[in-house]
């Protein structure tokens, strides 16, 4: 080939590889749409190079899960084993790469590969696969595959922009996990300021949220009580987020989750040496609460010389790294919760009365679900509306004799319990309505006669319930069906103690 042809096509792949990393970079600072970028990325990676098909993966950080975000030209087989049973970091041939932040060129007969440990992709009979780590920050956050059924010939060129492309795309994923991260937070700041998730109907729970809205902006130590599943966290956040510390963090800690040992460090802080393994120094939760919210759970837990320290901290708001001399302060507003009597452990020797008192300047005492039954149609249809969402199923009602178990049930685990069971509900769920079928055995076997209420009043005030809930609370609709005038629902909403 002669000079006159030659440098025309070197000027014509040169502008071609700079056209597509143009495209590349171009698509991915167009939108935060994760899914909608690297579909369209994948789509120009696989034109560009003449591949038959590709994957993008997303690490999942809480679970290693390599999440196949966009895919093209795959079989159904290979899609479904993908999304059903997601590969983790470190596992086959992409959480190898993953793990191991290497990229694998095969060029030819890459199904017989051994790395490739499932058995739908030794079946796929790819002949050729590309696959590159894609980071961020010097991390790994995916991987991108491309892969052909025939023979290929990649020269250093194509391997090059393939490369290159790798850059922007870890950019986008990791753009795009911050906005993700960045909306979630906010949204959790505005719902709890709205004390949104706080379903609550009852006169019980009204009287709690009076409390709670007085209590946002003092200074004083609050100490939440309630029974495992009543919601003491949910409450001690919209304390927080309704206060003038909103902006600054809350951090939460259950203090029968972490070891004794480890729990003043945690809380604490150490200096590097204070113990085998401290390498480091470490700043502690309280340190890291500067002008914010320590919400301390099952606090009950700490051991009597902990308690000493908490009790330093919550009265001038100092604290002692472990293994230093010298003096921390902060200005942190402790919320503790438990769900055990603790005038009954301080009687019994097992917790200090002096911190007893400083922690319950202001009480909560959150009811258990069973003494707020009229809030339990309010949380079943919040319930069911979350997990249609997450499930993508489309449940519209209740069944009458569903909803009579759910309100009779003594729900030993409160909310957190009914919460599981309307999520196990919508799994096993076959139509657009709950049945008692669908709800667990231990739920259905365990009614009985004896722990209902049968008087006429009783039968009255759960009917007016009932109609209330089906009508999503319009009272005019209530008194229509009901066969009343709205004078005579209002009464009886007002004897039965039932809110609106």
């Known amino acids: 080939m002669d000079e006159t042809t030659t440098i025309p096509t070197l000027l014509e792949r040169q502008n071609k590889k700079l056209s597509i990393l143009y495209e590349v970079a171009l698509t991915v600072s167009k939108s935060l749409d994760l899914k909608g970028i690297l579909d369209d990325v994948l789509e120009m990676i696989i034109d560009f190079m003449g591949v038959d098909s590709g994957v993008i993966y997303v690490i999942n950080d809480e ?15 290979v899609v479904k084993d993908l999304c059903e049973r997601k590969v983790k970091v470190g596992e086959c041939m992409c959480g190898t790469i993953a793990q191991c932040d290497r990229e694998v060129i095969i060029l030819e007969k890459a199904s017989k590969d051994p790395r490739f440990t499932r058995a739908i992709l030794r079946k796929e009979g790819m002949e050729f696969y590309a696959g590159l780590p894609l980071k961020a920050k010097g991390k790994v956050i995916g991987v991108l595959c491309v892969i052909t059924h025939a023979r290929y010939s990649l020269d250093a060129e194509l391997l090059g922009v393939l490369r290159a492309a790798t850059v922007p795309m870890g950019l986008a994923i990791e753009n795009a996990r911050l906005f993700e991260d960045t909306r979630k937070e906010a949204e959790a700041r505005l719902r709890y300021y709205n004390f949104e998730g706080i379903i609550a109907n009852s006169p019980k729970m009204a009287e709690v949220l009076k409390v709670v809205r007085k209590v946002t902006n003092v200074t004083s130590s609050i100490l939440i009580y309630g029974e495992s599943g009543t919601g003491k966290e949910l409450i001690a956040r919209a304390i927080h987020f309704n206060s003038m510390r909103k902006e600054k963090p809350f951090i939460a800690v259950n203090c029968a989750a972490i070891p004794e040992t480890l729990l003043e460090s945690e809380l604490f802080g150490y200096l590097k040496g204070a113990f085998t393994g401290a390498n480091a120094d470490k700043m502690g939760l309280f340190e890291a609460a500067d002008g914010g919210t320590v919400f301390l759970d099952e606090v009950e837990a700490m051991s009597k010389n902990l308690q000493v320290k908490l009790l330093r901290a919550l009265q001038d708001g100092t604290f002692f790294k472990v293994g230093s001399a010298r003096p921390l ?35 909560i005492a959150l009811p258990p679900l069973r003494e707020r039954v009229e809030d339990i149609p309010l949380l079943v249809r919040y319930f069911i509306n979350k997990f249609n969402r997450k499930m993508g199923k489309n449940i519209r009602r209740v069944s009458e004799d569903a909803m009579d178990i759910l309100i009779s049930h003594r729900w030993p685990g409160n909310i957190r319990e009914l919460e599981h069971v309307i999520e196990r509900a919508l799994v096993i769920a076959e139509t657009d309505e709950l049945t008692k079928e669908d709800l667990p055995l231990e739920i259905t076997a365990g009614q009985s006669g004896s722990k209902k209420d049968w008087t006429l009043e009783s039968m009255e005030r759960e009917h007016i319930l009932k109609v209330l809930n089906l009508v999503q609370g319009n009272k005019k609709k209530t008194s229509a069906l009901l066969g009343l005038d709205t004078t005579t629902l209002w009464r009886k909403l007002k004897k039965y103690q039932i809110k609106g």
């Open 63 to 77: 679970t290693l899960e390599m999440i196949p975000v966009t895919f093209r030209n795959l079989s159904d087989e």
């Open 329 to 363: 302060t902060v200005d942190v507003r402790i919320i503790a919760a438990t769900n055990q009597n603790l005038e009954e452990a301080v009687k019994a020797k097992l917790f200090r009365e002096d911190l007893y008192y400083r922690l319950n300047v202001i009480k």
